[in-house]
């Protein structure tokens, strides 16, 4: 059970406390919703230079992680789809410093050339290691094309085009700051040894004099269903092939997606699960697989990957993964199969109530989704899952037509 008070300021700024005495370490999670599906498809990759750009310093503070590191804190970022989120663990009494950061960087970003220039390069160099010549590192700029033909998830956080990054100018990149990080677009979250009236005069000391910004009201074309399987098929000089398998699923917060993340967990996890069991142990049609969901707030993706054995066709691989399907599809899942993997999902997010960044982080993006209180709502929602819902959604996601894959070829194998 996760203990929580909420507030919010006049400017709109959310803010959530968890009281941990058990810890002298506290976490400030700052989450603004914004992300990849929020830009302009003509300018795409602004919420992940934003990611870096806000380390860049502001105009009180030109070196952000000096004052940090001389408080005892780190502090690191990520950028998805759906939010772009900055946090930061620090001794609980040095909380102050992490509010000072914070506050000064949403507030009065410093927005030099030399600091666009630098973070432009640091994308641009990334989008090159990891993207280009990393193997498989270019799947998702494949696959999510391949499965969204309207749908803003048809880009990955990077963006759709690195020259969206390389031609951004001062001007764009001020509009898109003003547009997205102020207070009403921010939920505040703070877990660690302290009384929800600190962090709120620290809140009114820092962030209040932060004026509120423009409201945005999100209006995303829908991507219709689909009707047909895609298949996209590539050559890579990579060791081995490999196989992307994706099928659209419901949103984050729909009730299906428990089922959903459930079936996941029945092919997929650890060396018990049907996957590894039936297609890497005993048939060895596979040297490794998993299959896992996107997670989305919208509606996301179901994805079976994986790398067939020396000598297995990509099609031999495909097929096998689709028996797999069709079994869970058709065959009531066993109580004790069900019940076990019910036990590792329970223990997970229990453990992770211990983690004082972990609370923060989830107690934002709970209430980001609706309301922060779920958090304490998720192992119920596991545990009522039943054998027929399995059943029944599997039913309802797993069908060719709401499929989309990707033969993902070694150079030189075609055809093998």
Same mark, same amino acid.
């Given at each position: ?6 507030? $919010? ?18 976490? +400030? ?11 302009? %498809? ?15 310093? /502001? ?7 000096? #004052? ?5 804190? @780190?502090?690191?970022?990520? *950028?998805?789809?759906?939010? *772009? ?21 949403? !507030?009065?970003?410093?927005? /030099? ?20 010549? $990393? #193997?498989?590192?270019? +799947?998702?700029?494949? !696959? ?7 749908? %803003? ?29 102020? &207070?009403?677009?921010?939920?505040? /979250?703070?877990?660690?040894?302290? @009384? *929800? ?11 209040? %004099? ?6 945005? #009201?999100?209006?995303? %074309? ?37 089922? *959903? ?50 000598? +297995? ?31 590792? =999902? ?6 992770? @109530? ?32 039943? &054998? ?8 309802? =996601?797993?069908?060719?037509?709401? /499929?989309?894959? !990707? ?10």
């Amino acid at each position: 059970m996760v203990a929580f008070e909420k507030f $919010q300021l006049d400017n709109g700024l959310r803010v959530m406390v968890n009281r941990d005495t058990t810890t002298l370490v506290a976490a +400030v999670n700052i989450l603004y919703d914004v992300g990849a599906r929020d830009e302009n %498809p003509e300018k795409t990759g602004f919420a992940h230079l934003f990611e870096h750009l806000m380390f860049g310093g /502001s105009i009180n503070i030109p070196n952000y992680d000096s #004052p940090l590191q001389m408080a005892g804190g @780190e502090n690191n970022a990520f *950028t998805s789809n759906d939010i *772009t989120n900055y946090y930061i663990t620090l001794p609980v009494n040095n909380l102050e410093t992490a509010f000072w950061l914070e506050s000064d960087r949403m !507030l009065s970003l410093a927005f /030099s050339q030399r600091s666009l220039d630098v973070q432009r390069n640091v994308v641009i160099e990334e989008y090159r290691q990891r993207y280009l010549n $990393q #193997p498989y590192g270019d +799947v998702w700029l494949l !696959l999510r094309p391949l499965a969204y033909k309207v749908h %803003p998830y048809n880009w990955n956080t990077i963006g759709k085009n690195i020259k969206h990054i390389e031609d951004a100018t001062m001007e764009e990149v001020k509009s898109f700051f003003k547009k997205f990080y102020c &207070p009403n677009n921010a939920i505040l /979250s703070v877990s660690g040894n302290v @009384e *929800t009236e600190e962090i709120k005069q620290l809140c009114e000391k820092w962030f209040l %004099p932060i004026p509120k910004g423009q409201v945005n #009201p999100r209006n995303l %074309p829908m991507e219709p269903l689909q009707n047909e399987k895609r298949f996209l098929e590539v050559e890579r000089p990579v060791p081995v092939d490999a196989i992307y398998k994706a099928f659209h699923i419901c949103k984050r917060g729909d009730e299906k997606f428990y089922a *959903t993340d459930i079936i996941s967990e029945i092919l997929s996890r650890g060396n018990s699960s049907r996957l590894y069991q039936n297609l890497v142990k005993e048939k060895k049609i596979f040297s490794e697989i998993d299959a896992y969901l996107s997670g989305d707030l919208d509606e996301g993706l179901f994805i079976i990957s994986g790398k067939p054995s020396m000598g +297995v066709t990509l099609e031999d691989a495909e097929k096998a993964i689709d028996l797999e399907i069709e079994k869970i599809k058709q065959e009531t899942v066993k109580e004790r199969e069900l019940q076990k993997v019910k036990n590792k =999902i329970e223990s997970t997010l229990l453990f992770g @109530e211990i983690s004082v960044l972990n609370k923060a982080m989830n107690l934002a993006m709970f209430e980001l989704m609706g309301n922060a209180s779920m958090v304490n709502e998720e192992v119920e929602r596991y545990l009522s899952v039943t &054998p027929e819902k399995i059943k029944s959604v599997a039913n309802e =996601i797993f069908i060719e037509n709401n /499929s989309s894959v !990707l033969y993902y070829r070694a150079s030189g194998k075609k055809g093998n």
